[in-house]
């Protein structure tokens, strides 16, 4: 029998880690950490790998989740669910703090109360006049999102192996930059 699917509503989530400085995650919802980023604040003189690690519950393994290289690779995409028992900690080894990045999946109870919470203020603003939504952009339009090189950099950057700071993919993005202002030229 199949079961429904019920939306699941996500909140932001970050966090910084410094090196040699266990934290724990003290989760109260499910966690997905979605991306692990270097912080250079000052290049370092002799570069080493950072690696970040994590340990669940009273086990004392870690278990390495990837390893960061100051200007060869700098942050890394991952799946990496949590749960408030996993008891999770998280250890970062190196001479770079790292950025933890991604989203807590909200209940039902948390949803409702969001929701009560903006019909309040829906109800205290009383409103008579109600904005029309904003027109869909038309299928041209759409090729103009597709040109823009920080959201293409954006994409890229979100998918699992691809590394935007790639020669070979700048080489790409400049290309097609180029390509653009070739085009507005001929105009």
């Known amino acids: 029998q199949p079961r429904s699917l019920t939306p699941v509503t996500m909140a932001f989530w970050g966090l910084e880690i410094l090196p040699g400085k266990p934290m724990p995650l003290n989760l109260t919802r499910r966690l997905v950490v979605k991306q692990a980023a270097l912080v250079v604040s000052k290049p370092a003189k002799k570069t080493e790998p950072c690696v970040l690690s994590v ?30 028992g996993d008891e999770a900690q998280v250890h970062l080894s190196g001479g770079h703090a790292v950025h933890l990045t991604g989203f807590l999946e909200l209940d039902d109870e948390d949803d409702m109360e969001d929701m009560d919470g903006e019909l309040d203020e829906l109800d205290e603003e009383s409103s008579d006049e109600v904005a029309a939504p904003a027109p869909a952009p038309a299928a041209g339009d759409m090729s103009a999102v597709f040109q823009d090189p920080s959201f293409l950099q954006s994409v890229l950057g979100s998918l699992p192996g691809v590394d935007p700071n790639d020669p070979r993919i700048q080489s790409v993005l400049q290309k097609q930059d180029g390509d653009k202002k070739e085009d507005e030229d001929k105009k």
């Not at 393994?61 to 991952?78: A, D, K, W």
């Open 55 to 84: 340990s669940v519950a009273e086990d004392e393994q870690r278990y390495v989740v990837c390893r960061l290289h100051e200007g060869v690779l700098e942050q890394c995409p991952m799946e990496l669910p949590f749960s408030p």
